[in-house]
């Protein structure tokens, strides 16, 4: 029997288009599904939970900053059928499915920065991840780049040239 790519994506994609609760690999077994997602910002610290139908271990979760994002990559998961957000409002969690992984972006509040290293905590079913946030967090690379070049542009622009010498 010969299938066309597009049977194919169809073939695999089918535990996810029935809309089944169990999303299952291609080796047959099951895959912990995030179910909820909420976020905290308390104490200078963001703070978000992830709930997940399996357990899920520590070293399947990454944590970085993008942008005005805290983005939790969870190794080996899915994200539920017709699930995407979590919370309401600017304090909204998007959810992403990937191919090997399950992406969640957790906005940091207004006017407040978020740096430094995640603390990632994982408790059988239940992600908690906490990063600092306020006036002493740990800035972006980004931010200390745009800082470095703003400096130097400064100080050129204060700098005596060599025509008015």
Do not use: H
């Not at 998007?94 to 994982?122: F, H, N, S, W």
């Not at 130097?152 to 204060?158: F, G, I, K, Q």
Request: charged share 20%; glycine share 10%; hydrophobic share 45%.
């Amino acid at each position: 029997m010969i299938l066309t790519k597009t049977a194919l994506v169809l073939l695999l994609a089918a535990p996810t288009l029935t809309g089944g609760a169990a999303e299952a690999a291609p080796g047959g077994e099951d895959l912990p599904t995030i179910e909820d997602a909420s976020l905290d910002f308390a104490d200078g610290r963001l703070s978000t939970e992830i709930f997940t139908s399996l357990p899920v271990f520590r070293e399947d979760i990454r944590a970085k900053v993008d942008g005005r994002n805290l983005v939790i990559y969870v190794d080996s998961a899915v994200v539920g059928s017709g699930k995407r957000s979590f919370g309401e409002g600017a304090r909204t969690i998007r959810a992403y499915p990937r191919a090997t992984y399950a992406k969640l972006e957790i906005p940091m509040p207004a006017g407040v920065t978020c740096g430094g290293a995640a603390a990632i905590a994982v408790d059988e079913t239940t992600v908690r991840v906490s990063m600092a946030c306020g006036a002493g967090a740990a800035k972006s690379d980004k931010a200390v780049k745009a800082e470095a070049i703003a400096a130097v542009e400064a100080a050129l622009a204060a700098a005596p040239s060599a025509e008015s010498a």
